[in-house]
T-cell receptor, first 113, second 109 residues
Framework: IAGITQAPTSQILAAGRRMTLRCTQD?????MYWYRQDLGLGLRLIHY???????GKGEVPDGYSVSRANTDDFPLTLASAVPSQTSVYFC????????????FGPGTRLTVL | GQNIDQPTEMTATEGAIVQINCTYQ??????LFWYQQHAGEAPTFLSY??LDGLEEKGRFSSFLSRSKGYSYLLLKELQMKDSASYLC??????????WGAGTKLIIKP
């Protein structure tokens, strides 16, 4: 693989169910990010990780959790999905550093009913 | 609060030039990014400005004025494949990106 992959591509989920969105990068980037994108709004940061073993909260972290056990993987978990979490989720990565560029995965379209 | 403003939608003609504006109010400034996003796809990086002035990359140029909190993306010799949304984002004092809602650019033949 080259770049960032996300799985699944899309998912329909019943409210209250647990769901993990997967993200893997093979660029050896230090930093990784999870965003959600909703119609009419800018991308909003959910959680981020500046390096393996560390994570931080973004603008909209409630209802989501992440882990960063190694450099390549950064899964996002919805412990108990709610309809307001219906969105397109993008994972991104960057080399790290103050002004570096973020590169995005293809996204996961999640619908919570 | 932090705010990035850009027009919701613009229309232009194939072969023409279009300028997409972005104004920002953020807590600190550590650079401004422009991304392109085709419908149903991921954002892809176009340009980065941290100093005032114009950065040119082929048909695309980006301008920044930090004192005015203003940037624009200039697209020349428009092609049908340029139909996409253009996202403006500012890296704030916490080095987090704050994103505008994007400008949908429609190119007509």
């Amino acid at each position: 693989i080259a770049g960032i992959t996300q799985a699944p591509t899309s998912q329909i989920l019943a409210a209250g169910r647990r769901m993990t969105l997967r993200c893997t990068q093979d660029m050896r980037h230090n930093a990784m990010y999870w965003y959600r994108q909703d119609l009419g709004l800018g991308l909003r940061l959910i959680h981020y990780s500046n390096t393996a073993g560390t994570t931080g909260k973004g603008e909209v972290p409630d209802g989501y959790s992440v882990s960063r056990a190694n450099t390549d993987d950064f899964p996002l978990t919805l412990a108990s999905a709610v309809p307001s979490q219906t969105s397109v989720y993008f994972c991104a990565s960057s080399v790290g550093g103050d002004t570096d560029t973020q590169y995005f995965g293809p996204g996961t379209r999640l619908t919570v009913l | 609060g932090q705010n990035i403003d850009q027009p919701t939608e613009m229309t232009a003609t194939e072969g023409a030039i279009v300028q997409i504006n972005c104004t920002y109010q953020t807590s600190g400034f550590n650079g401004l990014f422009w991304y392109q996003q085709h419908a149903g796809e991921a954002p892809t990086f176009l340009s980065y400005n941290v100093l005032d002035g114009l950065e040119e990359k082929g048909r695309f140029s980006s301008f920044l004025s930090r004192s005015k909190g203003y940037s624009y993306l200039l697209l020349k010799e428009l092609q049908m494949k340029d139909s996409a949304s253009y996202l403006c984002a500012v890296k704030n004092s916490n080095y987090q990106l704050i994103w505008g809602a994007g400008t949908k650019l429609i190119i007509k033949p």
